[in-house]
C-alpha cells in the first residue's frame, strides 16, 4: 500500500510517457494531432538521414572530451581541496556554482563569453596579440566552447563526488601505505585511486547519459550550426519535432528518441555490470 | 545484488511489455478536420450585439503592441456591453506550441495571433473560424489586396491581416561619411541596384578594422526565408505560379545565392551572421559591429530607445537593393479564431474591431508597424518614434508583391522553411551554389507533396 503512490506517479509520469514515445515512432504524427500508422517508416528514415548520424558523431565527439577530462579536472581539485587548505570551503562553494545554474542560462552566458565579434573570450585573447578565433563560424572552435562551457559547468560535480569517495578512504590504509614506504603519487595511484573505484563508475556513466543528452547549452550557443557540426542528437530531435517553424515531424522525432533511450539503457546495462563485478571484487 | 538483478529483469519486462502495447494501440488513423466554408462571403457582416468571455492570446512583442491590444480590448467592451475579452500575453518562444497543445486538447485560447508565414499551417488543417460571412465585399476590399490574400486559404478567409512588416536598411550617417557615401536614396524608385550596394558595401569594406564588417542582413533562425528577397529582385521566384513545384534551378535563383554567398567572401558581413547563430542583425548593429543592417521595422523602437537602444551616433534608413525589380519579405501578423470557439459572432466581432481603422492605427503608431488596410496604408499615421524611418519601411512594404505573399503562406512553408535554414547554413560556410540551389528544390519538392 505504501508503495501504491510512488507506483502511480512512476507509471504516469515515467512508464506511460515512455510507451507513447515508442508508439509515436511508429506514426506519422504532426503537432496539430493528425496522425497515421508508418510502420517503421521513421527508423528506416532514421538509419538513411545523414544529419541523425552526424549527430551521432558530434554526441560522440562531444561525450569523448566532456566526460574524462571532466572527471580528470574534478579528481584534481577534490584531491587538492580535500587537503588542509585555508578557504577550501570557499572554494569547493565556487567551484560546485555553476552547477546550480540552469543549462540554459549557461549557454546564454557562454554564447556571450565565446562571441567572436565581441565576446570577452575573444578580447582576452586580442589584449595578449592572439588573433580572434572562429568560435561561432568555424565547426571545430564552436564545438570546442560548448565543450569548455560544459566542462565548466559540470567539473563542480566530479569534484563533489569524488570528494565524498576521499573522504571515505580509511586514513590507516595510507598510513600503512606510507609506513611501507609507499611516496606521495603510489599511494595515490595504488591506494587511493582504486579505492575511488564506486565513485568513478557512478560519475562514468552519469557523465555519459548526461553528455548523450545534451541539449540546453548547445541550443542557447550555436543553434547547432554552424551546419550540422553541433548538432547533437537531442538537438536535433528537438529541432525536428519542436521548432515551431519546422516541420514539426513528432513521430520522427520520436524514433530519434527511442534511438537515444536504448543507447542510454545499454550505457546503464553497462553500468550495471560492471557495478556487479565491483561489488563481488569488494 | 539480487536487487539489482530483479531490477534488470524488471526494467527488461517493462520494455518488452511497452513494445507489446504497440499492438494493443493499433487503431484508426487520425485525419485533420478539413477546411471547410463557415457559409456566404459577407452573409454575416451585420453582427449586432454581442455578449460573452472569450480569451486573445498574443505575445508580447512590445510595450507598444500590448499598448495596442490593451486599447482595442478595452474600447470593444465599452462598445459592446456584457462581453469580455481575457488578454493572455505570452512568450514568444513556445506560443505555438502552447496553441498546439490547447487545440488538440480542446483548451487553446478562442482567439490568438498567427504570422503571415505560420497562418497556412492552420487553415489547411480546417482548425480555423472562416471569417469571409463575417465581411461584405467592401469591407474586404478595405485592405491592401495582398495582405488580404494572406489570410485566405482556398479562397476562404481565414482570419484578419492585423499588421505587416518587412524589412528595410538601417544604416549609421558618420560611417558613410568616413567612406564617402555622399548619396543614400530616399525614394523607392532610386534604390540601390544590386551593383550600387555592391559599390557602398565595398567603400565600407575599405575604411572598416577587420573586426568590423560593411553589413548584417536578417535571415537569421526563422528569417531564413528573407533570404528569398534576392531570388524575386532578381526577377525569379521558389515557387511555380500555381505553388505546386519548385521553381528552381534557376537563372535568378542561382544569381541571387552567388550574390549572398559573396557577402562572405568578400567579408561584407560577420562570418557568424549565418542561419544558426545566436546573434541576429539588429545585435551586430547595435553593438557596432556593422554601420548598416537589414531589419524589420518592428525593431525600430529598439534601435531608438534612449537608454538601450544604439550608441553609435546618429542612423538612417534606405530601401533594399534591386535587382530586375524591388522586393521587400512577408512580415507581421493575422488573428484568427479557433473554428470550435464557443462565440463565434463574439469572436468575429472583435476581431472586425481589432482592424477597425481606430484600433488599427493606434496599435500602429504605438508598435511601429505598418497597417493593413488601404486608408492608413496612404495617409500619415503619428508614429511614436522615428517616423521618418517608418516612412522608408512603409514605402518598401509596396514591393510585397502576390508572388511574395502566396508563396510565403502555403501549408508546408514550415518545412520549406527548414530547408532552406539548413542549405543556406551550408552555403554561407562553403557549399557551392549549385549544389544548395539544388538541395533546396529537392526540400521544396518534398514538402509540397507531404
Sequence with gaps: ?282 | MDNLNLTRRGLLAGSIGAASLLALAACAPSAPPAASSGGVAGSKSKIGAVKGTLTFAFWGGSDGETAGFAYAKKKFEAANPGSTITLKILPYDGFFQGIDRGITSGTAPDIFRVDYTTIGKYSAKGVLLDVSPYFSASESAAFLPALWEAVKYKGIAYGVPHQTDTTAIVFNKAAFATAGITSVPDKLSDAWSWDEFSKVATKLRKTLPDSKYPFAYDWTAAGAYRWSSFIYQAGGSLLTADLKKAAIPSAAATKAMDFTKSFFDKKWVPANNTVKTTVYSDNFFLNQTVPMTFIGDFLIPELADPKDGYKGGEWGTTFMPRDKSAASDLGGNAIVARKDTKNPELAAAFLKFLVSEDSMKYFCEQAIELPTLKSLANSKLDYVNRPDAVKVFTEQAATISTTVVKESTVASFATINTVLQDQLELAFHGQSSSATISAIAGGITSALAS
Design chain 1, 1 to 282: 500500500m505504501f508503495l501504491l503512490p510512488n507506483i502511480v506517479m512512476i507509471a504516469v509520469f515515467t512508464l506511460l510517457p515512455l510507451i507513447f514515445a515508442f508508439v509515436i515512432s511508429f506514426q506519422n504524427l504532426d503537432s496539430l494531432g493528425g496522425w497515421s500508422w508508418v510502420g517503421f517508416g521513421n527508423y528506416v528514415k532514421l538509419v538513411t538521414d545523414p544529419v541523425f548520424w552526424q549527430s551521432m558523431t558530434n554526441t560522440g565527439i562531444f561525450t569523448l572530451f566532456t566526460v574524462p577530462v571532466g572527471m580528470i579536472l574534478g579528481l584534481g581539485i577534490a584531491v587538492l581541496l580535500n587537503g588542509v587548505l585555508p578557504g577550501r570551503t570557499l572554494f569547493r562553494s565556487i567551484i560546485f556554482l555553476p552547477l546550480v545554474v540552469s543549462g540554459v542560462a549557461t549557454g546564454v552566458l557562454g554564447a556571450w563569453m565565446f562571441d567572436q565579434s565581441n565576446g570577452f573570450i575573444n578580447r582576452i585573447l586580442g589584449s595578449v596579440g592572439i588573433a580572434p578565433t572562429a568560435w561561432q563560424s568555424d565547426g571545430f572552435w564552436a564545438m570546442a566552447s560548448i565543450i569548455l562551457v560544459t566542462l565548466w559547468q559540470r567539473v563542480g560535480f566530479d569534484m563533489l563526488i569524488y570528494l565524498a569517495g576521499l573522504q571515505g578512504v580509511d586514513p590507516s590504509v595510507q598510513e600503512a601505505a606510507t609506513v611501507d614506504g609507499a611516496t606521495g603519487w603510489q599511494r595515490f595511484r595504488l591506494v587511493t585511486f582504486p579505492l575511488l573505484g564506486p565513485s568513478t563508475f557512478f560519475l562514468l556513466i552519469m557523465n555519459m547519459i548526461y553528455s548523450f543528452q545534451v541539449f540546453d547549452t548547445v541550443w542557447a550557443m550555436t543553434r547547432g550550426g554552424p551546419g550540422f557540426s553541433t548538432t547533437t542528437v537531442v538537438s536535433y530531435a528537438y529541432r525536428t519535432s519542436f521548432d515551431e517553424h519546422g516541420p514539426q515531424l513528432l513521430g520522427y522525432g520520436a524514433a530519434v528518441g527511442v534511438a537515444i533511450y536504448l543507447i542510454s539503457l545499454a550505457i546503464t546495462a553497462i553500468q550495471w555490470r560492471f557495478s556487479s563485478s565491483r561489488d563481488q571484487t569488494d
